[in-house]
């Protein structure tokens, strides 16, 4: 009789580590998407030098993301055309003190093919709370959030750019940004 328990638990714990979802790190990307003219189009970019760290644990999504750190260098922007990337750093990243940016994860909670993530992210020598909300879809995980730059105390930054890129922008440069954090599950 204990020789079938033993069994049926041993059983019961494979099958619960075997269905264990998690992300393939190795693939994890950072993106954002930020906003310009009146009908606001949508500028999307990511960074080529963003340095992860992840939770020591791999077992489930919540443990490979608890704590989990992406340091990123905001000259090193990428939005895929060269006249943009020249203008985010010049008119809006120059104006940054200096650290870069900092996201920590925090308070992960795991349902199934969803969940939420707490992002520290941290700019301009200042740390902002930013709710992030994740689905799992296709074999994919996606985490969402948006911030907002003059949360950060980067009202200079931010005019600065819009200034720079008044007429391209069609007069109008929205401070909200959306962040994403991605990568296929394992």
């Not at 009789?1 to 994890?28: C, E, R």
């Not at 949508?42 to 989990?68: Q, R, W």
Request: glycine residues 8%; positive net charge; charged residues 20%.
């Amino acid at each position: 009789m204990k020789k079938s328990i033993a069994g049926i638990l041993a059983i019961a714990l494979f099958g619960i580590v075997a269905n264990a979802t998690t992300i393939d790190t190795s693939k994890a990307q950072t993106s954002w998407t930020a906003y310009k003219t009146p009908t606001k189009v949508a500028v999307a970019g990511t960074f080529n030098d963003i340095a992860y760290k992840f939770g020591k644990k791999s077992d489930s999504i919540a443990s490979t993301l608890e704590g989990a750190t992406a340091s990123i260098d905001p000259m090193k922007v990428d939005l895929k055309d060269a006249t943009k990337n020249k203008n985010m750093k010049n008119f809006f990243f120059s104006g940054f003190k200096k650290g870069g940016i900092k996201v920590t994860f925090k308070n992960v909670m795991e349902g199934k093919d969803q969940g939420t993530i707490l992002a520290m992210v941290r700019m301009n020598e200042k740390t902002v709370k930013v709710p992030m909300t994740y689905t799992i879809t296709d074999g994919k995980f996606v985490a969402t959030g948006l911030i907002d730059v003059m949360e950060f105390g980067l009202n200079d930054a931010f005019k600065k750019l819009a200034t720079g890129c008044h007429d391209l922008h069609e007069g109008m440069t929205w401070s909200q940004v959306n962040i994403s954090f991605s990568a296929p599950i394992k």
